[in-house]
């Protein structure tokens, strides 16, 4: 079974500036029934060596532990001989910009006017108003987008049968355990499969 993880790109957290929460989504294939699987097993990384997915290798121990336990509470059993099913994941942080209109502060309008009203007459008036003008420059600014993606497969097709998408924002002040726990935890309570154990 030779899958790799650039063939199986699983589960996406995104953390977008604008959107600080977790945000998760998943897809099951069509006219896939889910239920009939009952084992898995794990997609060996396709290098382990790569130097250039380093933060990937201080969470994979963690990611790996809390899908086991998810996918154990789903009622999945792990089977290296002769699985079922095969799961994948990945993560990846990536530089975005977004866009945005910086407000004009301290802007200076005139407006006034004059005219004649029943019973009175209003002379010509000019009010200074300094107020923010809506609008503005558009501005970039730049964030991580944070992305971790689970795929489930058939073992014998190898065809993809689920992915689960988190998405959350990356900052300075991120907890990336906790978010990776919330990440996993709400990607597999999107899995349609419920065993009894």
Not at 8 to 18: E, G, K, L, R
Not at 64 to 89: I, M, N, Q, S, Y
Request: with cysteine; proline share 5%.
């Amino acid at each position: 079974m030779k899958l790799t993880l650039l063939n199986c790109f699983v589960v996406v957290i995104i953390i977008a500036a604008c959107a600080p929460g977790l945000k998760t989504t998943s897809k099951t294939e069509k006219d896939v029934k889910l239920d009939n699987y009952k084992t898995y097993a794990w997609i060996a990384p396709h290098n382990p060596d790569d130097e250039s997915r380093k933060d990937d290798k201080i969470y994979a121990p963690l990611i790996r532990r809390l899908c086991e336990e998810a996918l154990a509470k789903k009622g999945l059993k792990v089977d290296t001989l002769h699985p079922d099913a095969v799961f994948a994941f990945d993560t990846r942080v990536e530089e975005r910009v977004k866009y945005g209109r910086a407000a004009v502060s301290n802007a200076t309008y005139f407006y006034g006017g004059s005219g004649y009203y029943p019973g009175y007459y209003v002379g010509s008036a000019y009010y200074d108003n300094n107020q923010v003008i809506p609008g503005g420059e558009v501005m970039p600014e730049e964030y991580d987008q944070g992305m971790l993606g689970i795929q489930m497969f058939d073992a014998q097709t190898k065809k993809v049968l689920w992915r689960g998408y988190a998405e959350k924002e990356l900052t300075a002040k991120t907890d990336v355990e906790a978010t990776i726990k919330k990440a996993v935890k709400d990607i597999f309570i999107l899995l349609p499969i419920k065993h009894r154990q």
